[in-house]
């Protein structure tokens, strides 16, 4: 009697579940085996079709940095279905072969496998989906239009970063400069170099048909790693660029050289130009510069910088603090004049359209040559329009056929 109670009482049931549950989990454990025990010859006979043992034989290869050996078991998992893995994989990867080497896999995983990769894996790398952008920063009248191009999440992070730092800066936020929404390129397109000893460069040419479409009058490139430029209307951000560094290269849209010492293929070309808002090197052109750039800078005032040292050359800049020798400095209101007085004449600072006429021309492309240039020559800028004047009057004068 006191049996059948027991029995057909609830916490027979519950004793009953847990006895179960330890059998099949003692089943379970006695199915497994403990791979970590096992030899690395037991561990190669088994990886072929265990992606446990795949694994085991991984970890061991990253504990005795064994890299090459390393990504080759991690690979050998993640195709046996340890997918986990991924990301894991492709840090070393990056780590061993490069940041292009990783992208490339991904692209070629992510089209093989049935299951869909993380997103944020996958920007991460510069394998964008979809075509959405990053707001920008409009204004009610914009001098300057310039269009952000981000090469993967960390660029497009870095982008937010400083967009809210110009935003909450004064004086840059009081220029008539607008951010265009932020285009994502994919990676292994724009292909920004990542030599940190070196300026960054891209592959420019794929962006032909943003530039082609857009509104913009200068392109904001984001991606690499390495220096920061301006040249051609291309401002060139690394994916780590500071703010001070985006402001010191957005001087130079604006026509501020360094006031530094430049190479001397840079310093021939700039040095004895008389439109450098923040410098000269002839002190009997100070009355000119004075009434060009409306200030009232003197003689004493003025600063020797080394700017133009390669060739010879002493240059003076208007002020010694200044955001063009350090890139820390806060920009003065000298300075901050000298902006808004070279915006006031927007239409003659080079748009990016005219350098991809340039290169349209230079590779034959006359048809492109044309598009490109019209809208250099529609935003204002002289050289596109008397190029187009001179084409149309060469076209002119040719004799008709025949």
């Known amino acids: 009697m006191l049996m059948q109670n027991w029995l057909s009482s609830p916490l027979h049931f519950v004793e009953k ?38 694994t085991e034989l991984a970890q061991r290869r990253l504990a005795q940095q064994q890299w090459a050996a390393a990504l080759k078991w991690q690979l050998q998992a993640l195709q046996l279905g340890e997918h986990q893995l991924l990301a894991p994989y492709l840090h070393l990867l990056e780590q061993q072969q490069g940041f292009y080497a990783a992208a490339e896999f991904l692209s070629l995983w992510q089209q093989a496998q049935q299951s869909q990769v993380e997103p944020s894996l996958l920007a991460q790398y510069g394998l964008w989906q979809g075509n959405s952008s990053v707001p920008g920063l409009q204004r009610s009248e914009c001098a300057l239009q310039l269009q952000p191009v981000l090469q993967n999440a960390a660029a497009e992070q870095q982008w937010k970063r400083l967009l809210a730092e110009w935003q909450r800066d004064p004086a840059m936020s009081s220029l008539s400069v607008c951010f265009l929404p932020a285009q994502r390129i994919q990676s292994l397109e724009l292909r920004c170099s990542l030599a940190s000893d070196t300026r960054v460069q891209c592959q420019y040419q794929h962006l032909a048909s943003l530039v082609r479409h857009s509104a913009m009058t200068q392109l904001l490139v984001i991606g690499g790693k390495g220096g920061a430029s301006y040249n051609n209307g291309i401002l060139q ?91 820390e400095a806060e920009l003065s209101p000298l300075y901050l004049h000298l902006m808004q007085h070279q915006l006031k004449s927007a239409k003659a600072l080079m748009p990016v359209q005219y350098f991809y006429a340039y290169k349209a021309r230079l590779a034959g492309d006359m048809t492109s040559w044309s598009v490109f240039m019209r809208k250099a020559a529609a935003l204002g800028y002289p050289d596109a329009i008397r190029l187009l004047q001179q084409s149309s009057k060469v076209q002119t004068d040719q004799p008709a056929p025949g």
């Open 17 to 54: 579940g847990r006895l179960a549950g330890f059998f099949l989990c003692s089943l379970l454990c006695a199915c497994q085996p403990d791979w970590s025990a096992k030899t690395d010859t037991e561990l190669f006979k088994a990886a072929a079709t265990q992606a446990a043992a795949a």
């Open 237 to 327: 951000l690394a994916e780590d660029s500071s703010y001070s560094v985006l402001r010191h290269e957005f001087a130079h849209v604006l026509g501020f050289i360094d006031e530094y010492r430049l190479p001397e293929s840079t310093a021939k070309d700039l040095c004895t130009r008389s439109d450098i808002p923040n410098l000269l090197t002839d002190l009997g052109e100070l009355p000119l510069h004075q009434r060009r750039f409306a200030h009232q800078r003197t003689v004493e005032q003025l600063v020797k910088v080394d700017t133009c040292a390669q060739v010879g050359l002493q240059a003076y800049a208007l002020a010694d603090w200044s955001l063009m020798r350090y890139h």
